[in-house]
């Protein structure tokens, strides 16, 4: 028949393999620095160059995070039903996107720490 842990955890992935995905793309994108960092047009070239570095490094770190909380959650669901596990998917799919969203926010702060506030 089988043994059980590899049906469990191939079940599983068959739920989850979407974030695994979602994650793995953020890693190779921010490791191969294909997403451009939006330039800000007052500031120098050394804050743009600073920024698009952190940029990049902040996206394979969250992809990396977000493999590892996927991997938590998925072993932590796996006596949950299926549609509970759908919806858990969906809202770590959307968490995923709002968090790529709002990488503005600390990439601007690193930037204004370095460099300080006043100087553009």
């Known amino acids: 028949m089988g043994d059980p842990i590899v049906f469990e ?11 695994f995905c979602a994650a793995a793309v953020l890693v190779i994108c921010g490791l191969i620095r294909f997403p451009k960092y939006k330039k800000h047009p007052e500031w120098p070239q050394e804050r743009c160059a600073f920024a698009e570095k952190t940029f990049h490094r902040l996206v394979w770190q969250e992809g990396v995070l977000f493999g590892a909380l996927s991997f ?49």
């Not at 955890?9 to 393999?17: A, D, H, L, R, S």
């Not at 959307?94 to 506030?117: D, N, Q, S, Y």
Request: proline share 5%; net charge negative.
């Open 72 to 120: 938590m959650l998925m072993r932590s669901t796996r006596l949950m039903s299926v549609t509970g596990q759908y919806i858990l998917l969906g809202a770590m799919l959307v968490v995923m996107a709002g968090a790529i969203l709002l990488m503005e926010v600390p990439v601007c702060h690193a930037v204004e720490e370095k460099f300080g506030e006043d100087n553009p």
């Open 9 to 19: 955890v191939n079940g599983m992935f068959y739920i989850w393999w979407p974030s």
